[in-house]
T-cell receptor
């Protein structure tokens, strides 16, 4: 079975410090992987995607993620958090015409 | 990319009634999905809306409760039938397509319909 696991339900960082949101996938085949962000009362926005072209993927707003097959991970990082990054983040896998959502990680950014 | 609109954007309904949510896409798409996002939760796939045939429902969701229509490649409806307060959620329509110049599929989401059942 395919699945995506987000290891932290909540992450809290101070503004200006690095962000790490963790995601592991379980799949018999290398899936496509995505990170989406959802701001309060807003729709889902695509941050970045991995589709086997390059293992280090750069997205919008300074976010990036690295696909590590040996660790079956696709963690999302940002060098310096901004207050506007406070939102919920979803790691999503795609395989065989189906999308698999992680449970989400709420990012809190303290001033 | 695909631009998706949903109607209504929000509604407050009485227990026992039904609500039909519309999803309109600005281009023809093969794959269209309906999701539910309960308060504070992740997205749960309800069903895949198939054009010209019955929708494919995920475990825990049935056609009698969530009938879906897909009359063409740009439009679908989801009805939430005989509602109870447990149905209070955001319902999202989603399609799969290719971004401009892309060689892979990605998922585009509608803005969602926020449903409150009293």
């Amino acid at each position: 079975a395919q699945s995506v696991t987000q290891l932290d339900s909540h992450v809290s960082v101070s503004e200006g410090t690095p962000v790490l949101l963790r995601c592991n996938y379980s799949s018999s085949y290398s899936p496509s992987l995505f990170w989406y962000v959802q701001h309060p009362n807003k729709g889902l926005q695509l941050l970045l995607k991995y589709t086997s072209a390059a293992t280090l993927v750069k997205g919008i707003n300074g976010f990036e993620a690295e696909f590590k097959k040996s660790e079956t991970s696709f963690h999302l990082t940002k060098p310096s958090a901004h207050m506007s990054d406070a939102a919920e983040y979803f790691c999503v896998g795609y395989n065989f015409n189906k999308f698999y959502f992680g449970s989400g990680t709420k990012l809190n950014v303290k001033p | 990319s695909a631009v998706i609109s949903q109607k209504p954007s929000r509604d407050i309904c009485q227990r026992g009634t039904s609500l039909t949510i519309q999803c309109q896409v600005d281009s023809q798409v093969t794959m269209m999905f309906w999701y539910r996002q309960q308060p504070g939760q992740s997205l749960t796939l309800i069903a895949t809306a198939n054009q010209g045939s019955e929708a494919t429902y995920e475990s825990g969701f049935v056609i009698d409760k969530f009938p879906i229509s897909r009359p063409n490649l740009t439009f679908s409806t989801l009805t939430v039938s005989n509602m109870s307060p447990e149905d209070s959620s955001i319902y999202l329509c989603s399609v799969v397509g290719r971004g401009e110049g892309a060689s892979y599929n990605e998922q585009f989401f509608g803005p969602g319909t926020r449903l409150t059942v009293l």
